[in-house]
């Protein structure tokens, strides 16, 4: 991961908590900051907690790429399709501008970087 957006989010994290120093998954809940609606890993901040890990949500994710034993670019882009309408569908109070775009592409490659080559967007299942 490049040391720039990982500089980024922990900039914008540090404004959801007193604490100079340190953050936790608490204080980043703040929704609309980092936390966003159609996380691949959480719930919508509307629907419910969207602080702990969420295994149904991420079925979408660990299930993407039928057939393949690697998730790339193009499973990634699907996840963030469903997970989006899903959240659109479940969710009347959706958060869905360029900034939740960007955050969910980010995560995507965040994922496949640091599970794969960041080189080539391929991270492999297992």
Same mark, same amino acid.
């Given at each position: ?46 629907? $419910? ?27 990634? $882009? ?12 479940? &969710?009347?109070?959706? &958060? ?12 995507? $490659? ?17």
């Amino acid at each position: 991961m490049s040391p720039d957006i990982l500089a980024t989010a922990v900039k914008v994290a540090s404004l959801t908590t007193d604490d100079p120093f340190s953050f936790t998954l608490d204080d980043i809940k703040l929704h609309s900051n980092i936390e966003h609606d159609a996380s691949l890993s959480r719930e919508d901040f509307a629907l $419910g907690d969207n602080v702990r890990f969420n295994e149904t949500i991420f079925t979408t994710l660990a299930n993407s790429n039928p057939g393949f034993d690697f998730y790339n670019t193009t499973s990634a $882009g699907e996840v963030q399709r469903l997970r989006l309408a899903d959240s659109e569908a479940r &969710n009347p109070t959706i &958060n869905n501008t360029q900034k939740e775009f960007t955050i969910r592409s980010a995560e995507s $490659g965040f994922y496949l970087s640091v599970m794969g080559d960041p080189l080539v967007g391929v991270a492999p299942k297992e």
